[in-house]
């Protein structure tokens, strides 16, 4: 099969602390910061783009630092966002959604339960819409009629060796995106699981619209990858020190995914 070439691409982070990433808390809290990814999928032939993160208005508005623009990161590696034919939404919270307009080729793939979520009756909850932002939502009701949306019902196969797996759990229609690469299945997780102890710990992020649902998410990244070193968590700074920097320029901003992580083990 295919083996395609991964990347996180980051833009953005903020401090936070570790009684922020859990919902079931134990006597245990320090500084526990988060990062914002985007992520690109590329072959010879083809590049998909993952998520398209928030923008400076937005980081401004929610008090996130921004580093650069999304689609700064993913020049450096050689995809220009005006180029990009196929971008993956894994769900339509603000930090996945904020830069579709930078996009103008794109068909974004969705899940159907994530459009219903987005536009239904959980938005009425303050607390459930509060990390949708209503500008992107109405933008991504704008792409259905202009036919720019491709949506997924559940698990689909977007090319041989890229498939988007649908989890729940965090919002609920977010998807994950499964790929094979030189070193086996990867699993880019999104925020199926923000951090590697979200997972390895079984204890949510507290954004949670079925507790039940991210648990077995947690479980199917689990099974769905080659081992839990397979496994990219959609917030974790650690996955900046674990894995390599394609090159010199790109160190600290992007990392490859395709590559084996030099440090691996028991996640904190
Ligand atoms: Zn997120």
Redesign the pocket.
């Known amino acids: 099969m295919e083996s395609y070439e991964v990347y996180a691409v980051r833009y953005g982070t903020r401090s936070a602390r570790r009684f922020d990433n859990f919902v079931f808390r134990d006597d245990h809290d320090g500084p526990m910061p988060m990062d914002y990814y985007v992520w690109a999928i590329r072959s010879e032939d083809r590049a998909f783009v993952v998520d398209a993160g928030f923008n400076q208005a937005e980081a401004v508005r929610r008090g996130r630092e921004f580093l650069r623009c999304p689609t700064e990161g993913l020049a450096m590696i050689g995809i220009h966002a005006e180029s990009v034919t196929d971008l993956i939404i894994t769900h339509l919270?603000y930090?996945?959604v904020g830069n579709l307009g930078r996009f103008p080729k794109a068909k974004f793939h969705l899940q159907d339960e994530e459009m219903s979520y987005a536009t239904g009756r959980s938005m009425t909850h303050g607390v459930i819409r509060s990390a949708y932002t209503v500008e992107d939502v109405v933008e991504v009701v704008t792409l259905v009629h202009g036919d720019r949306v491709v949506f997924h019902d559940g698990d689909d196969e977007l090319a041989p060796g890229i498939s988007v797996r649908h989890i729940g759990g965090h919002t609920r229609g977010l998807q994950a995106v499964r790929v094979y690469t030189e070193r086996g299945w990867v699993m880019l997780a999104s925020?199926a699981s923000h951090y590697y102890a979200n997972m390895i710990q079984g204890n949510p992020f507290p954004i949670v619209e079925s507790v039940t649902d991210m648990l077995e998410g947690h479980r199917r990244l689990r099974r769905l990858a080659d081992s839990d070193d397979h496994i990219v968590p959609?917030?974790d700074p650690e996955v900046m020190r674990r894995y390599p920097a394609p090159s010199k320029e790109t160190e600290g901003i992007v990392v490859s995914l395709h590559d084996p992580p030099n440090r691996t083990g028991n996640c904190s």
């Open positions: 919270h930090d996945h925020d959609g917030h």
